[in-house]
């Protein structure tokens, strides 16, 4: 959208730069982690730039546990929730995989891992099947345009052929119902 990238190109010099993605609408958004002999301190969201990825105001954020083997979906959100994923401890590999009609990247899947060795957010644009593999134990964080509903939790198969091959594992710890899903 072009204001979108009136942002990107006037931000304000404090703010992260995103990085696009092969996926449209999908940016990373690097983060800077201060660090000193407490321990460190790191801006994961602020409300200002949040909106401006994708225009509309964080209405939820969930914090999730995991041990490492784990994979959590792929799920998707036909209402068009927006998602914004950090890795405050360990790591992760958020997959990605556009579903979107009509998208200019319809049919692209992608991954990156994010967490300790990777400070990042990963902005997810609505309707965009996504879900990660823990690579370790991990705290994951993610903040959403919609409150929770579970009439609009949708599933993806983490084991499609078209996303397979991001995972570290064929042999994930899953819940059950995406094992049903896969």
């Given at each position: 959208?072009?204001a979108r990238?009136?942002w990107?190109a ?5 703010s992260p730069?995103?990085?696009t993605?092969?996926?449209d ?9 201060h660090e000193d ?17 994708g ?9 999730v ?7 959590r979906?792929?799920?998707?959100h036909?209402l068009?929730q927006?998602?914004l994923?950090f ?16 998208s ?7 991954s990156?891992?994010?967490g300790?060795?990777?400070p ?10 996504h879900g ?7 705290l994951f964080?993610?903040?959403v345009?919609?409150?929770y509903?579970p009439?609009?939790?949708n ?5 499609d052929?078209r996303?397979?091959?991001l ?6 710890i899953l819940s059950?119902?995406?094992v049903?899903?896969?």
């Open positions: 959208p072009p990238r009136r990107l006037h931000r304000d010099s404090v730069t995103p990085q993605t092969p996926i609408g999908a940016l990373v958004v690097p983060l800077t982690r002999s407490r321990g460190w301190f790191l801006e994961a969201r602020k409300e200002s730039w949040f909106r401006e990825l225009g509309k105001p964080s209405m939820q954020t969930n914090i546990y995991s041990k490492q083997g784990v994979i979906g792929l799920h998707y036909e068009g927006d998602d994923f890795c405050a401890q360990g790591m992760v590999r958020v997959v990605l995989f556009d579903r979107r009609e009509g200019p990247t319809e049919g692209v899947a992608w990156i891992d994010i300790e060795d990777n990042a957010a990963v902005y997810v644009p609505g309707r965009t099947a990660y593999e823990s690579l370790t134990d991990c964080c993610y903040h345009t919609h409150e509903n009439d609009d939790e599933m993806f198969p983490w084991n052929e996303v397979k091959h995972w570290t594992t064929d042999t994930p059950a119902r995406d049903l899903d896969g």
